[in-house]
């Protein structure tokens, strides 16, 4: 039951990584009679009418297969298509100057050509709308379909910079500059951003810190090596966003996929941290630095807030790192207690019992609401979780054995992080 499951979860889990949904970045330039947005994105998922706010990947859209033609088309063919689009997409886009309403107009549409059909083409657009005499702020957004905007003002002193997701407007931009900011405000803006990257978003970042824990859930040596993968990454993402570093997708990704399958597997073998475990996963930190960088270089990072923008997007990241290690912790809890002889063991196996069925129930059942905050469905994390349950149950009953929830459920749970990333690594190297 195990392996079907895990089969299964490595198969979708894989998907997620494809077709990914990032966001469109647009900035904004204005003269006395004129502002101009150019927006970066994806029109194949604009014309192919998915819904942005409801997948990360569009696999998972009902319009999947209306995308992947649209990702085939030509240059021409697919500015055509756009162009065609455009009259139901400007209907959707909010533009309030002084709270008066501005109707925008596409000027240009650029395609790159058709390269790599499972990754995201980016292409740009254009589109301006007439100021009125004086006009002084404006404000913009669209509707939650089209997801994620960051919106930049550009040639101006102190420009606005936002983050806009859900449909949110943003707030009233000062067209002479001015609107930037302050360091607090930008330090509380990415806390999410960097949340959101690894809750839902950053699988393999999880499978990492879950590797960590599941060598050791007692919290001093847990505490070491999350600080030491805390420190690393910090290091280089701080380089990498300010441009010091930079190593292409193409090989940090894999690296990452082999430093979860280098940790996992270690953990089979090994019941506590050796001397040269800290060492290295202080240098898997560094790798997992550069991936989060080429996160922010998705949408970059306000040039004016920098620092605070950069620390903010960090705490965010470390502070979805702390809630998955405390989920986890959680789940397997009782099986620990029980298995140092700290708890009742009739109340412990009816805690999993209750929590195995809940989880089945749930991926069964693949609630709507969960699979949008999820950003996949249900039964991805669904079905780990009903597993880990399981082992637990298990480690219960077998309480008597030497090292019973070592061998029944760090290890095997070891086993399955360091499959899925070794599947990860083939994918992402030769697939």
Not at 7 to 21: D, P, R
Not at 75 to 100: C, H, K, S, Y
Not at 112 to 132: H, I, K, Q, Y
Request: charged share 15%; net charge negative.
């Amino acid at each position: 039951m195990l392996s079907s499951i895990l089969l299964a979860w490595i198969t979708l889990a894989s998907m997620a990584q494809a077709h990914e949904v990032l966001p469109a970045i647009a900035d904004m330039t204005s003269t006395p009679d004129q502002v101009t947005f150019e927006i970066r994105s994806s029109l194949e998922s604009f014309v192919a009418g998915v819904d942005l706010a409801e997948t990360s990947d569009t696999n998972e859209s009902p319009q999947a297969a209306t995308y992947d033609d649209l990702r085939a088309l030509s240059p021409d063919a697919l500015a055509a298509q756009f162009r065609a689009f455009w009259p139901d997409m400007a209907d959707n886009i909010t533009l309030l100057v002084d709270g008066e309403p501005l109707t925008p107009v596409l000027q240009t549409v650029s395609v790159p050509a058709v390269g790599d059909v499972e990754l995201v083409r980016t292409s740009t657009f254009t589109f301006t709308a007439d100021l009125p005499a004086g006009s002084e702020t404006l404000q913009m957004g669209w509707t939650p379909a089209y997801g994620v905007l960051v919106l930049r003002q550009m040639d101006v002193p102190a420009p606005y910079d936002g983050y806009l997701e859900g449909g949110a407007l943003s707030d009233p931009i000062d067209l002479a500059g001015g609107g930037q900011a302050s360091a607090m405000e930008s330090f509380l803006n990415y806390i999410p951003v960097g949340f959101d990257h690894i809750v839902p978003k950053g699988l393999d970042h999880i499978l990492f810190v879950l590797a960590l824990f599941f060598l050791a859930a007692r919290a001093r040596p847990l505490i070491l090596q999350i600080s030491l993968f805390t420190v690393a990454h910090t290091i280089t993402l701080a380089l990498a966003a300010l441009g010091y570093v930079n190593l292409p997708g193409n090989i940090v990704e894999p690296l990452i996929a082999a430093s979860i399958v280098f940790v996992a597997v270690e953990n089979l073998w090994a019941d506590s941290i050796s001397r040269w475990r800290p060492f290295i996963i202080f240098g898997f930190g560094l790798l997992h630095g550069l991936g989060f960088a080429s996160v922010l270089g998705e949408f970059g990072l306000p040039e004016g807030s920098f620092i605070p923008a950069l620390i903010g997007f960090n705490v965010g990241v470390e502070v979805g790192q702390l809630f998955v290690i405390a989920i986890v912790f959680l789940c397997v809890w009782q099986a620990l207690r029980i298995d140092r002889g700290e708890n009742e063991v009739g109340r412990g196996f009816a805690i999993y019992l209750f929590l195995l069925v809940s989880a089945i129930a749930l991926s069964v059942l693949n609630p709507a609401g969960l699979v949008q905050v999820l950003e996949n469905p249900v039964w991805v994390f669904g079905a780990p979780l009903a597993a880990l349950f399981a082992l637990c149950m298990v480690a219960i009953q077998m309480r008597d054995q030497v090292d019973a929830y070592r061998r029944i459920v760090a290890v095997p749970a070891s086993l399955a992080i360091a499959f899925v990333g070794a599947y990860w690594f083939v994918e992402r190297v030769f697939l």
